[in-house]
């Protein structure tokens, strides 16, 4: 098992005729937490679909724990313990909130079983019978990430966990966050809540017009503070 547990070098990608991904280099050691960071339109969830082989052409390097998957299909780069947060959830409105949780296969083993979850989300344990978009967008964000932690998935790509939501959800998410990477979880998150991220990340990476163009570690946040003001107009 290698010690990186996402390598990308020169990640291009395209939707039908449109490039999007211009040469992305970025790297996350086992046990990181990493943002991707950048305005709207950046290419930052491209990045995350890209990995997972959801574009509908790509070229470059993606090692995931060691393994190349350039060339696999989503089903197998699953498989290798990747676990993917959507942006738009994905929840069956047709199944109550624990069906929705038990609702993704193991893809590998390690999975972590329901008891664990609710303890993490309490939430989810109080409204499990609930039908799952019946939930506040808070707790249909948790159930999303829940839902992950199950399948046995170690690189978790989370994709905006905490657009829209209340400040209070959003601390909520940020312990979760903490605790997953205490148990040794890697994450990677596609942030634009740069308050948020800067406490949670090990490094950010800043990502324009389809490539990372400034790389910031967690020591030196405050002396780049401008030049990230200047990418992210915060």
Request: glycine share 10%; net charge negative; charged share 25%.
């Amino acid at each position: 098992m290698s010690s990186m547990a996402l390598e990308v070098k020169n990640l291009e990608s395209w939707y039908g005729e449109s490039h999007i991904l211009h040469g992305v280099n970025f790297a996350v050691r086992d046990g990181e937490v990493v943002t991707l960071l950048g305005r709207n339109g950046a290419g930052r969830s491209t990045i995350l679909k890209t990995i997972l082989g959801m574009t509908s052409r790509r070229k470059g390097v993606i090692n995931v724990f060691g393994v190349e998957t350039v060339d696999l299909p989503t089903y197998q780069i699953a498989r290798l313990g990747i676990g993917y947060c959507p942006e738009e959830r994905g929840i069956f409105g047709s199944l109550d909130a624990q069906e929705n949780l038990l609702l993704p296969p193991k893809v590998s083993s390690g999975g972590m079983e329901l008891e664990e979850i609710y303890e993490m989300f309490p939430n989810l344990y109080e409204r499990r019978n609930s039908p799952g978009t019946r939930l506040s967008g808070g707790e249909q964000q948790m159930l999303a990430m829940a839902r992950i932690l199950r399948t046995g998935a170690k690189l978790l790509l989370l994709d905006e966990i905490t657009e829209g939501l209340a400040p209070v959800i959003v601390e909520k998410l940020g312990e979760v966050v903490t605790k997953l990477r205490n148990k040794g979880f890697t994450i990677v998150l596609v942030e634009q809540n740069f308050r948020f991220a800067a406490e949670l990340a090990d490094r950010h990476y800043v990502v324009e017009s389809g490539l990372i163009v400034e790389v910031v570690e967690r020591a030196d946040l405050k002396a780049k503070a401008e030049v990230l003001n200047g990418y992210l107009g915060v």
